[in-house]
């Protein structure tokens, strides 16, 4: 079976656009969670989304936003870029909401902002 | 929000050598796991322990919720441990995972 899934790999962007990340769950699951990592640092919680409903959301500005579809693919946005935006974003998947279980993270989208 | 701290921060071993990592938090939680990120970024599960012992061929873990710690250890090291080691915490409120600092290990030939 597939792994989490993310898309793109790399991603250059200049400081105020506007930049979109997408994540597959693993088949069966219906949570997506987002991480922000930034260079030296653990994961930071973004969102997680589970049967296309918001269950919790971390401490980023509303410049950030998620959505999940009926397949419980996501969508991460970030409007506005700044250079502190540089990082790597992560998407996990699990089959529970809350608790959540276990968690199975994609391979990151890399994101570097001039 | 839950506290987390990885102990010690960065650790060399020579291949073959034993090694004890330690995750202390601050509450009580609904999961822990240990992951080994690679240098390519990619976070590998190693551990779904929120209580009890679990091995895993040269490596196990031991989480002892009520005393707020869990232990990972690997044996017999070799070069392809080398990478961050991240606890991660679900606190009963649910909804994230609340990760360490990380260890950074180098196994050295």
């Known amino acids: 079976d597939a792994g989490v899934t993310q898309s793109p790999t790399h991603l250059i962007k200049t400081r105020g656009q506007h930049v979109t990340l997408r994540c597959s769950p693993i088949?069966?699951?219906?949570?997506v969670s987002w991480y922000q990592q930034v260079l030296g640092q653990g994961p930071q919680f973004i969102f997680q989304?589970?049967?296309?409903?918001?269950?919790g959301r971390g401490n980023f500005p509303d410049r950030f936003s998620a959505r999940q579809f009926p397949n419980y693919s996501s969508e991460l946005n970030v409007n506005a870029l700044l250079l502190g935006d540089s990082a790597l974003y992560l998407c996990?998947?699990?089959?529970?909401?809350?608790?959540?279980?276990?968690?199975?993270f994609g391979p990151g989208t890399r994101l570097t902002v001039t | 929000g839950i506290q987390v701290e990885q102990s010690p921060p960065d650790l060399i071993l020579q291949e073959g050598a034993n090694s004890t990592l330690r995750c202390n938090f601050s509450?009580?939680?609904?999961?822990l796991q240990w992951f080994h990120q690679n240098p390519w970024g990619q976070l590998i599960n190693l551990f779904y322990?929120?209580?009890g012992t679990k091995q895993n061929g040269r490596l196990s873990a031991t989480t002892v919720a009520t005393e707020r710690y869990s232990l990972l250890y690997i044996s017999s090291s070799q070069t392809t441990d080398s990478g961050v080691y991240f606890c991660?915490?679900?606190?009963?409120?649910?909804?994230?995972?609340?990760f360490g600092e990380g260890t950074q290990l180098t196994v050295n030939p």
């Open positions: 996990a998947s699990s089959s529970l909401g809350q608790p959540m279980g276990e968690q199975y």
């Open positions: 989304y589970y049967e296309k409903e918001e269950r």
């Open positions: 088949s069966g699951h219906k949570s």
């Open positions: 322990i929120p209580s």
């Open positions: 509450d009580s939680v609904n999961n």
């Open positions: 991660a915490l679900e606190e009963t409120s649910g909804s994230r995972l609340t």
